[in-house]
């Protein structure tokens, strides 16, 4: 049981190039979330999903798009990088509807766009 | 909205002693709930703990305790005689119920050194 996986765990782009972060989970989840840790900012949530086939924007959705074409992969991409997306982005998932669920979150992925 | 306050930054301690990292939380939901999760320096999140807000009892497990109280919208966290390995950063978030699905909301996170 692998939990949350996510690839790559380190990019570096160059302003202008695109680029997707895939997330995996292995626990029949339906809720899966994107964030975002910067430093003194805590983590902050970029789109989520409900269940396969939707998405829905979070805290900062700008330059991002998602999608959720099976249960268990969420796809994050960048299409037009720009440093100010440097960050290390975090997958996770939870069980389902029940709002004391916990979310489980993936290694991350640190990116670096210069 | 909603908003989560850790206000320590930084906090230094010496091995064996007690260190508690402050957690203020602001919501207009009457049914929330509150997570607390360690990140180490290898940098994955680890969940420790959720409580609810209609549960106001103290936790404790092995080394770690929390103290939730809803008059002062405060879910504060105390390691007992730290060690090294609780070196890390340890956030504390806030999930309501207006929204269908629940948003959770992080606090910037409290950096705690553990020095031997």
């Known amino acids: ?114 | 909205a909603q908003k989560v306050t850790q206000a320590q930054t930084e906090i230094s301690v010496v091995e064996k002693e007690d260190v508690t990292l402050d957690c203020v939380y602001e919501t207009r939901d009457t049914t929330y709930y509150l997570f607390w999760y360690k990140q180490p320096p290898s940098g994955e999140l680890v969940f420790l703990i959720r409580r609810n807000s209609f549960d106001e009892q103290n936790e404790i497990s092995g080394r770690y305790s929390w103290n939730f109280q809803k008059s002062t919208s405060s879910f504060n966290f105390t390691i007992t005689a730290s060690q090294v390995v609780d070196s890390a950063v340890y956030f504390c978030a806030l999930k309501g119920t207006t929204d269908s699905w629940g948003k959770l909301q992080f606090g910037a996170g409290t950096q705690v050194v553990v020095t031997p």
């Open chain 1, 1 to 114: 049981n692998a939990g949350v996986t996510q690839t790559p765990k380190f990019r570096v782009l160059k302003t202008g190039q695109s680029m997707t972060l895939l997330c995996a989970q292995d626990m029949n989840h339906e809720y899966m979330y994107w964030y975002r840790q910067d430093p003194g900012m805590g983590l902050r949530l970029i789109h989520y999903s409900v269940g396969e086939g939707t998405t829905a924007k979070g805290e900062v959705p700008d330059g991002y798009n998602v999608s959720r074409l099976k249960k268990q992969n969420f796809l994050l991409g960048l299409e037009s990088a720009a440093p100010s997306q440097t960050s290390v982005y975090f997958c996770a998932s939870s069980a389902d509807r029940e709002r004391d669920n916990e979310q489980f979150f993936g290694p991350g992925t640190r990116l670096t766009v210069l």
